[in-house]
């Protein structure tokens, strides 16, 4: 039991770093192509939209691709990343369990 649960933690400890560098590459790109084009917002520009549509979209409607892209790719890998670290402590609490009774 104890050799599958850690197999399931450090499986998903790597699938979190792969979805880390795939979402960081693309991440980068886009941010690549805003930075060069000076284009600005903050973090309450990414987590509400309404706050996006109403003050950027209007200023950059050039980027209003990339800046949509580059929010979605950071919404989606904070989510995976926090779902993946959730499963890792959940799994890792559970082994630490079954240690401490055997």
């Known amino acids: 039991m104890q050799t599958l649960l850690l197999s399931i933690v450090a499986g998903l400890f790597i699938a979190m770093l ?15 192509i805003l930075v060069r084009n000076r284009v600005e917002f903050g973090a309450a520009h990414i987590f509400s939209q309404k706050k996006l549509a109403s003050e950027i979209l209007p200023r ?3 980027f209003k691709q990339e800046i949509e892209s580059f929010i979605q790719h950071m919404r989606y890998s904070i989510k ?12 890792g609490a559970i082994l630490m369990f079954f240690r401490e009774s055997n």
């Open 80 to 91: 995976m990343a926090s779902v993946l670290l959730l499963l890792i402590t959940a799994f």
């Open 60 to 62: 950059y409607p050039k």
């Open 18 to 32: 792969f979805v880390n560098l795939y979402f960081r590459a693309k991440v980068f790109k886009l941010y690549g």
